[in-house]
């Protein structure tokens, strides 16, 4: 089930349940959770794409041991407000997910999350190759925090 908003996900999850952020890259998925009272956003990790199927049986591991009961998916809106071909894709993998997992979900812009990552990383002087490993998932970590705060 496709939600317009985050503040409605609340609605449909349970007291003791998280949110799961995505940031769908073309090589890679960043994966982020909330905590239960759905306040903080915490980077987990970042999966190389292959095959959905292989994708989905990593993202099914991590709702079972985390107990998520929803998605918040990083949509890439270009700066105009138009959609992308990357946009599209963002809403393939959100049809693709809601095909195996009965959870709802909902698209937050994701406009400069990666690179408002990649400045900070920058600012602590993070090494390039440790800046290539983490910036996926403190993008996905950086959506579902968005979406945290206006919930």
């Known amino acids: 089930m496709l939600l317009g908003n985050p503040s409605h ?3 449909f999850i349970a007291l003791d349940q998280r949110l799961m952020g995505f940031d769908p890259g073309t090589k890679t998925i960043g994966i982020s959770l909330s905590d239960t009272s759905l306040k903080v956003a915490t980077p987990i990790e ?3 794409r292959k095959k959905f199927k292989d994708d989905a049986a990593r993202i099914r591991e991590l709702i079972e041991e985390y107990r998520v009961g929803g998605f918040v998916i ?3 809106i ?3 407000g138009s959609e992308g071909p990357r946009a599209q894709s963002c809403r393939q993998f959100q049809k693709n997910l809601e095909d195996v997992f009965d959870l709802p979900s909902c698209f ?3 406009r400069l999350s990666t690179a408002a990552v990649t400045r900070t990383l ?3 002087d993070t090494s390039r190759k440790k800046r290539a490993e983490v910036v996926d998932k403190m993008a996905a970590a950086y959506i ?5 705060d206006s919930i």
């Open 9 to 11: 996900l609340k609605h």
């Open 46 to 48: 970042t999966i190389k």
């Open 74 to 76: 990083g949509l890439p």
């Open 78 to 80: 270009n700066m105009d």
């Open 108 to 110: 937050w812009d994701e």
């Open 122 to 124: 920058l600012e602590a």
């Open 144 to 148: 579902l925090q968005g979406a945290l």
